[in-house]
């Protein structure tokens, strides 16, 4: 058996070294692209796509303030503000969803409301996923809530 000539062995090599190079360029690029197509909190779309839901706007203020009156810690309720529904996933499927910001103790908490064919199907202290936090709000006075 003869020996592989020494510039067979270096071809081999070089090859080797530019296929890996290659397929790590293709797989730098795919990864680049990925993060751009569907990762809303990397890239802030998530909040700039225009919302369109197959269900109308339901009186959320009128149905926030009923679900906050049967709230036990009512004292704890001043100073409310609420902000504009928006259509969000849900474990149950899409729904509206309002978020209602009260201080507390002087520290922010956020309270998520979400809403289905005019009634409130779960209501919970806001997590990251809800981007309450995020949202815009304007002030909130049960009494006079329609």
Request: hydrophobic share 40%.
């Amino acid at each position: 058996m003869h020996p592989t000539p020494p510039y067979d062995r270096l071809r081999t090599a070089r090859g080797r070294g530019r296929l890996s190079a290659f397929a790590a360029l293709v797989g730098a690029t795919l990864l680049v692209g990925c993060g751009g197509l569907g990762s809303p909190s990397l890239d802030g779309a998530f909040e700039q796509v225009v919302d369109v839901a197959p269900e109308p706007l339901p009186p959320y203020r009128k149905l926030v303030a009923a679900a906050l009156r049967n709230f036990k810690e009512q004292d704890e309720l001043n100073n409310l503000e609420i902000s504009e529904p928006r259509w969000a996933e849900h474990l149950g499927g899409p729904a509206w969803l309002v978020c209602v910001k009260f201080s507390p103790e002087s520290r922010a908490l956020y309270y998520a409301f979400y809403i289905r064919k005019e009634a409130v199907i779960e209501s919970r202290f806001a997590v990251g996923t809800d981007r309450c936090a995020q949202r815009s709000f304007a002030p909130f006075d049960l009494a006079t809530a329609k």
